[in-house]
Antibody, heavy 121, light 111 residues
């Protein structure tokens, strides 16, 4: 059974750096074709993809946010970490991580429950 | 502003068939697979359709997907009250280095 769980601070101040961790089980990021993506959803708004890290450590970022994002993985711990610098109130959102299976073209097929982040002073 | 374009709302009565459209471009839907997600209130999105028209295990065959050119559609037949949710389309976009892009979402109301 594939599961993912996001963790991180619920509240950050403007200009601070946000660090989120995605801890997963049921698959390995060392398996060819496996990836993990981060997606966010501001309250009442649409989904927005942020970043992806692949099994071979290839990384992809949102064009609009790439200067603020860094994604990394710890294969031994089954974790993917996303950092976002210079947080702003508009970054208030629920942040999801999802398994992104390029093998089989099943896409972002399993999602975590999400973690809510509020940016406020 | 989302890269993929969906109608903001759709509605139908129980038993009806409804369709939700998703319009993109040659860099995303035109050359890559389309995915559909269902998001019930207060929950994470759930994969409904992958690779244009494939259903993951457990998704009822009332849900079907299709793609033509740079557009795609999600059809729901035999509409049920529990289908009331937000629906999002997604596709990989080959612009620049590549990224996932989503539609703005369609709120489906079962009348």
């Amino acid at each position: 059974q594939v599961t993912l769980r996001e963790s991180g601070p619920a509240l950050v101040k403007p200009t601070q750096t946000l660090t989120l961790t995605c801890t997963f089980s049921g698959f390995s990021l060392s398996t060819s074709g496996m990836c993990v993506s981060w997606i966010r959803q501001p309250p009442g708004k649409a989904l927005e993809w942020l970043a992806r890290i692949d099994w071979d450590d290839d990384k992809y970022y949102s064009t609009f946010l790439k200067t603020r994002l860094t994604i990394s993985k710890d294969t031994s711990k089954n974790q993917v970490v996303l950092t976002m610098i210079n947080m702003d109130p508009v970054d208030t959102a629920t942040y999801f991580c999802a398994r992104d299976a390029r093998s089989g073209d099943s896409g972002m097929d399993v999602w975590g429950q999400g973690t809510t982040v509020t940016v406020s002073s | 502003q989302s890269v993929l374009t969906q109608p903001p709302s759709a509605s139908g009565t129980p038993g009806q068939r409804v369709t939700i459209s998703c319009s993109g471009s040659s860099s995303n839907i035109g050359r890559n697979y389309v995915y559909w997600y269902q998001q019930l209130p207060g929950t994470a999105p759930k994969l409904l359709i992958y690779s244009n028209n494939q259903r993951p295990s457990g998704v009822p065959d009332r849900f079907s997907g299709s793609k033509s050119g740079t557009s795609a559609s999600l059809a729901i037949s035999g509409l049920r009250s529990e289908d009331e949710a937000d629906y999002y389309c997604a596709a990989w976009d080959d612009s620049l280095r590549g990224s996932w892009v989503f539609g703005g979402g369609t709120k489906l109301t079962v009348l």
